[in-house]
């Protein structure tokens, strides 16, 4: 099925994060439990946010190109009907 990750992928994925502190580990036993650390995704959050206007202007085109689109479909329904 895609999409699914094995355990190991998803330990080694996890390891990383928490050896850069955006996750944080504890351990019980065999368990080991993870859990955000918001301080820790803080440097991310502020990198993704600098794309943040790209992203906003990008959609505002692709609504822009959608009420177009549907304005397009509109006008020619209405020459193909009947008077």
């Not at 928490?18 to 065999?30: C, F």
């Amino acid at each position: 099925m895609p999409g699914r990750f094995t355990q190991p992928q998803v330990s080694k994925h996890l390891r990383v994060l928490a050896h850069v502190d955006m996750v944080r580990l504890r351990v019980e036993g065999r368990r080991h439990m993870y859990s955000l650390n918001g301080e820790g995704l803080l440097p991310l959050v502020n990198w993704l946010s600098g794309f943040s206007g790209l992203w906003n202007e990008r959609f505002d085109r692709i609504d822009t190109l959608l009420a177009e689109a549907e304005a397009q479909a509109q006008r020619d329904n209405n020459q193909g009907d009947p008077q």
